[in-house]
Nanobody, 124 residues
Framework: QVQLVESGGGLVQAGGSLRLSCAAS????????MGWFRQAPGKEREFVAA????????YYADSVKGRFTISRDNAKNTVYLQMNSLKPEDTAVYYC?????????????????WGQGTQVTVSS
């Protein structure tokens, strides 16, 4: 069982930066692949980024590639999402998710555990 708690969301102007954190409970965090997803009002939840258990492989949606960076600190049971050059279209609730597998996937159904989400709003 893994519990996830996101933090770090807020209101930022276009071009600004935010860093989201996701704190995980559970002794097996280091064996989980982790992902970040987002959901804007009236839209489906979409994949943002994912990272394998060791942090040695990451994968990004085309819409955030080059602007966002996912990382993890297994000693702190935390995964991060550094978001730079933010755009108004990045506005959404951001969720972290965990799957007990070494392989990352981009579909929400592939993840077993979810946080409650943190709101990110980018003003133009």
């Amino acid at each position: 069982q893994v519990q996830l708690v996101e933090s770090g969301g807020g209101l930022v102007q276009a071009g600004g930066s935010l860093r989201l954190s996701c704190a995980a409970s559970g002794r097996t965090f280091s064996s989980y692949a982790m992902g970040w997803f987002r959901q804007a009002p009236g839209k489906e939840r979409e994949f943002v980024a994912a990272i394998i258990w060791s942090g040695g492989y990451t994968y990004y949606a085309d819409s955030v590639k080059g602007r966002f960076t996912i990382s993890r600190d297994n000693a702190k049971n935390t995964v991060y999402l550094q978001m730079n050059s933010l755009k108004p279209e990045d506005t959404a609730v951001y969720y972290c998710a965990a799957r007990p597998n070494i392989v990352v996937v981009t579909t929400p159904g592939g993840y077993d555990y979810w946080g409650q989400g943190t709101q990110v709003t980018v003003s133009s």
